[in-house]
């Protein structure tokens, strides 16, 4: 194998320079698919639900509480199964990508709060409650993937 000298007498092979690229690319694709299963899966709901007019038009306030119940029920599981899949696609320190998600989870909902203060979409705690269970539940289907991987 072939080394490389750097700074201050530090080595590093050819092969292990090679890798850094390819893990951060998978670091950041493990974070995005996460949170492209949560997105597709609770507007796809979404979309389910409002086709068969359990839920209003799109743009139709819902204050029903039942109703924002229901989707931050689903929203929950969907945001349990985003992280799971981010921890069991990360190269290596799983629950540190998840916690990457739950941040990245936390400031879209933080936007989504501001968002709901300024237009009429329904209740004020509905937007605030998936702010708050969104990184909990990542945080926690990420929990799960490593018992499982660690148990196996």
């Given amino acids: ?11 590093v092979t050819n092969a292990s320079a090679a890798v850094a690229p390819r893990r951060v690319g ?33 743009g139709v306030p819902m204050y029903e509480a039942g109703l924002n119940l229901l ?3 689903y929203r929950g599981i969907f945001t349990f199964i985003g992280g799971y899949v981010t921890a069991r696609l990360a190269p290596h320190s799983p629950m540190r990508h998840v916690l990457v998600g739950c941040g990245i989870g936390l400031v879209l909902g933080a936007l989504g709060v501001v968002a ?3 237009a009429e979409l329904g209740p004020i705690w509905y937007p605030v409650a998936v702010a708050i269970t969104g990184p909990v539940f990542n945080w926690l289907g990420g929990v799960l993937c ?7």
């Fill in 1 to 11: 194998m072939a080394w490389a000298a750097l700074s201050k007498g530090q080595t």
């Fill in 116 to 118: 709901a203060t300024t």
């Fill in 26 to 58: 998978r670091s950041i694709l493990a974070v995005l698919a996460g949170f492209v299963v949560v997105v597709v899966l609770s507007l796809g709901t979404d979309e389910v639900l409002h086709l068969l007019k359990v839920y209003p038009p799109w």
């Fill in 146 to 152: 490593v018992r499982q991987s660690s148990q196996g």
């Fill in 71 to 73: 989707a931050l029920t």
